[in-house]
């Protein structure tokens, strides 16, 4: 999904007119940017989440009526016990190791977490240091503030820690020996303290997040609850989204098996090749559109005549139509959860990564939405971005739309 600032949620609150008595529902919450800029601006808000540790992350931001003097007193006699611990094996936190490691008693992966992660993710020593952190975190916990302790980890694990390098894709970078684990993360606790002291004035303003797939958001939320949703939805492309979090979720435990994996897949809308299956069915919901039949067809073309015959490359076309599929799927659920004349935003960008055929993801969205009895009231641009595949800028736009709550029926290819 595309990352939107704090700003462009305050922009949109403005702009619908919302207040203290309306509710927003981000139904692809990611890491909680809509809810955390809702609860700013005292105004309820809803979350959906089908990525254990991003629902994990929004729940943990969300939740501000933690004690900071608890909270940073807390941080700060674990980082100690693991700090002493760490010392009595040679090893300096803060330091970079030089020694040979082969006599280290180090922690490790299991087998089948080492598969689940990219290889290469984390290197031995700072791996063993995240390892006897969290044991010690675990050994002395306190309940009142182990979740935001556990939130620290997992940002200082990706962002100070491992070898990960952020891109179009996760990748690895060239591996760090070394890299000082207690004195990061106990700098991100600092933050954390600094930012609840900031609002422990504001009044707590409701903010829920669940664990749920956006293509069934009336499976978990009241009808005619929601004034206004601001989202940002995945977008077709060849980006594994669960890859994103994947260390994170590995190491403090959100996916523990292959079959942890594949049920997170599932529950995401199907835009990128790993996480198309057999039974996938979506494709149904868009069957009739002639724009997205017709892209397909020009992808599958392009496929044959470039001579890819690869599985993954054969699925191009298929994915396309699921994702626009699940889409209208996640659309028409939405709607008896809206009150009338809600206002939606849809954060979307355009798409020219499969085979370089170009995908006007916002305007297709668009087409959907009004077949479904929405009305489209406007594209913002939001920004460009440049696409190194076809040298062109792809638009970043945000889709506008309105409910009027007016009890349209499904359509002929709804649910066929």
């Given at each position: ?33 809509t ?56 090893i ?49 916990r ?30 690895v ?38 664990l ?8 978990v ?16 492309n060849?980006?594994?989204?669960t ?38 069915d ?14 397909a ?120």
């Open positions: 999904m595309l990352s939107y600032p704090p700003h462009l949620v305050r922009g949109y609150i403005e702009d619908f007119g919302l207040n203290e008595g309306s509710v927003i529902l981000d139904p692809f919450c990611g890491t909680g940017t809810l955390v800029e809702s609860k700013r601006q005292g105004i309820p808000s809803l979350g959906m989440e089908a990525n254990p540790f991003a629902h994990f992350a929004t729940s943990v931001k969300t939740d501000w009526r933690v004690d900071p003097d608890l909270l940073y007193s807390h941080s700060w006699e674990v980082a100690e016990l693991a700090l002493d611990i760490l010392r009595q094996q040679g300096e936190d803060s330091v970079p190791f030089a020694a040979d490691i082969a006599d280290l008693p180090l922690r490790q992966l299991s087998p089948e977490q080492n598969q689940l992660i990219l290889a290469g993710s984390i290197s031995p020593v700072p791996l063993h240091k995240v390892l006897l952190l969290l044991d010690c975190l675990e050994k002395y306190i309940e009142k503030v182990y979740r935001h302790q556990l939130l620290a980890i997992a940002h200082t694990l990706v962002f100070a820690v491992s070898n990960l390098r952020f891109g179009p894709e996760v990748g970078a060239k591996a760090k020996v070394d890299a000082p684990v207690i004195r990061a993360w106990l700098a991100k606790i600092g933050e954390m303290v600094e930012d609840l002291r900031r609002v422990q004035d504001q009044e707590d303003t409701p903010a829920q997040v669940y749920a797939d956006a293509r069934g958001p009336d499976r939320l009241p009808p005619q609850s929601i004034d206004a949703v601001i989202t940002s939805p995945p977008y077709p060849e980006k594994d989204y890859r994103t979090t994947r260390l994170e979720s590995v190491i403090l435990g959100f996916i523990k098996t292959k079959a942890d994996l594949q049920t997170l897949k599932k529950g995401l809308i199907r835009s990128n090749t790993r996480n198309v299956y057999k039974g996938d979506d494709d149904r919901w868009i069957q009739d559109h002639p724009k997205i039949q017709a892209i067809d020009a992808i599958e073309r392009r496929r044959i005549q470039l001579g890819k015959t690869s599985g993954f490359e054969k699925l191009y076309s298929r994915v396309t139509k699921l994702y626009f599929g699940g889409m209208a799927r996640h659309l028409a659920a939405l709607r008896s959860l809206l009150r009338p004349n809600a206002q939606l935003a849809y954060v979307v960008g355009d798409q020219a990564s499969y085979l370089r055929v170009m995908i006007p993801t916002g305007q297709l969205l668009a087409d959907i939405a009004q077949a479904l009895g929405y009305e489209f009231v406007r594209t913002d641009l939001f920004r460009t971005r440049f696409a190194s595949a076809t040298k062109e800028q792809l638009r970043e736009e945000v889709v506008i739309l309105r409910w009027k709550g007016s009890s349209s029926q499904f359509r002929p290819t709804e649910g066929r």
